[in-house]
C-alpha cells in the first residue's frame, strides 16, 4: 500500500512562490502517475496537475498552465508542485494522490487509489 505525505504549504502573499512535495512511503511509487489536487472550502476537489510515472508527461488545469510546474525525483520518491504568481484563488488544501492506468479519467478525483492528507496554501492579497 503506497502512503503519500505532503508538505510545503504555508502563507504567501500574492505574486510570491510555494513549492510543495509529495513522497511516497516506497519506491513502488515510482510506477504510478501522480497528481495534485486542491480544494478550497465549500468547494469541489478540483484537478490542479498530473505528471506520469516517468515524467515523460504532464497535464495542467487551465487556471495554472504557466504559472506552477509538476516534477518528479523518482530516486527520492517524490513529486514537486512549483507554485508561481500565486494568486488568491489559489489558496486551499492541497493533496497528492496516485494511481496507475489513470489515462483519460485524471481530471476525476474519484479515480485515485491513494491520497495524502493535504497541505494548506493561504495567499493574503
Known amino acids: 500500500q503506497v502512503q503519500l505525505v505532503e508538505s510545503g504549504g504555508g502563507l504567501v502573499q500574492a505574486g510570491g512562490s510555494l513549492r510543495l512535495s509529495c513522497t511516497g512511503s516506497e519506491r513502488t511509487v515510482n510506477t504510478y502517475a501522480i497528481a495534485w489536487f486542491r480544494q478550497a472550502p465549500g468547494k469541489e476537489r478540483e484537478f490542479v496537475t498530473i505528471i506520469s510515472f516517468n515524467g515523460g508527461s504532464t497535464y495542467y488545469a487551465d487556471s495554472v498552465k504557466g504559472r506552477f510546474t509538476i516534477s518528479r525525483d523518482n530516486a527520492k520518491n517524490t513529486v514537486f508542485l512549483q507554485m508561481n504568481s500565486l494568486k488568491p484563488d489559489d489558496a486551499a488544501v492541497y493533496y497528492c494522490?496516485?494511481?496507475?492506468?489513470?489515462?483519460?479519467?485524471?481530471?476525476?478525483?474519484?479515480?485515485?487509489?491513494?491520497w495524502g492528507q493535504g497541505t494548506q496554501v493561504t495567499v493574503s492579497s
Open positions: 494522490a496516485a494511481e496507475r492506468g489513470i489515462y483519460y479519467y485524471y481530471r476525476d478525483y474519484t479515480k485515485y487509489t491513494y
